[in-house]
């Protein structure tokens, strides 16, 4: 891909569910067959999470609208739109919760891997959290422009955090009491005190620091996507960092690394059949040069043999 992102794993269908950011695609890869089938868009889609009681509809941040996508029909209905005085700002990374509350943000042992897509050019209080981040046209980020909202299964819009400036992973504790939370500018992995009643977050404090340059790449390298595990560690991707760094969150001790074929690694998730395997993407927006040095980027990577099991992707029921 282009910008692979938001890997979500589908177990009804043993189908990994990621996007293309650049790429303005939506990919639902088989992982028996590996079999790609791609839906193409004319925007730029940030995350996708399946709406389990809408049969073949998917969740799609696409700019700055929550669209409810028919793989079926490739029919598009809009349920929330963000942010319409900010065009240079869009919906980025997205999850949701065990209560079924999307957070939705906005921004300007031997292992085994395998390629599987390389690409080079409150009602109930379903809530699914989603945040926003300002897209420059210089490719300097202005900072502070970006918030965290979510969309419950009313499909009301409740906006929980703003002066955010790349607004990026999201993942919550086992006993729903805490919430994970990553500004990649601010090189922040976050804690919140988390509701899982009311769906609401306080209590921010820095869980995860980490050294500024990667040892791989000798680059200051910053997190962006994030998954948990079934041991509440966080799975934290590293952007020129060519790793997945596994931390306790409770000790801020890195615990695991899995090293990548290239630099840029912009998210994870858990999937297969016993929640064992990890799901990564990267990015393939990069030069020539580059291109000779990682011809695997903007692959996503299938890693086996971590002897760990995650957590799986939650559906939306709105």
């Known amino acids: 891909g282009v910008l692979s992102e938001g890997p ?6 043993n189908t990994l569910a990621w996007v293309d950011i650049y790429g303005q695609s939506v990919h639902f890869t088989d992982l028996l067959t590996k079999e790609d089938e791609v839906h193409n ?50 919906l980025n990374d997205a999850k949701c919760d065990r209560n079924q509350l999307i957070s939705i943000s906005t921004s300007v042992c031997h292992l085994e891997w395998e390629i599987l897509d390389r690409q080079l050019d409150k009602l109930l209080l379903t809530l699914i959290d989603l945040g926003s981040m300002y897209e420059p046209e210089n490719g300097v980020f202005d900072q502070g422009h970006g918030s965290l909202y ?50 609401t977050i306080k209590n921010k404090r820095m869980a995860v620091t980490y050294d500024d340059v990667s040892p791989n790449t000798g680059k200051t390298h910053y997190p962006d996507g994030m998954c948990i595990d079934a041991e509440d560690k966080l799975w934290i991707a590293a952007w020129y960092g060519s790793q997945v760094m596994r931390y306790d969150p409770e000790t801020n001790k890195l615990i695991q690394t899995v090293t990548l074929p290239c630099e840029e690694i912009s998210s994870c998730a858990f999937g297969g059949p016993n929640l064992d395997e990890l799901f990564v993407t990267s990015c393939g927006h990069i030069t020539s040069e ?21 957590t799986p992707s939650l559906g939306f029921q709105g």
């Open 290 to 310: 580059e291109r000779n040095k990682f011809p695997q980027a903007g692959s996503v990577f299938r890693v086996k043999n971590l002897g760990i099991r995650g």
């Open 150 to 199: 979510s969309l419950s299964k009313d499909l009301q819009v409740t906006t929980h955090m703003n002066d955010i400036s790349i607004s990026n992973g999201l993942a919550w504790s086992s006993d729903d009491t805490i919430m994970y939370y990553v500004d990649s500018e601010q090189r922040g992995v976050y804690a919140f005190d988390f509701d899982i009643n009311s769906g």
């Open 41 to 90: 868009f004319n925007s730029r889609p940030g995350a996708i999470i399946k709406r389990v009681n809408h049969s073949d509809c998917w969740i799609i941040n696409l700019e700055n609208k929550i669209v409810s996508y028919n793989v079926k029909t490739k029919e598009s209905e809009v349920l929330a739109e963000v942010e319409k005085d900010k065009p240079k700002n869009r």
């Open 8 to 13: 979500y794993y589908d177990n009804a269908t």
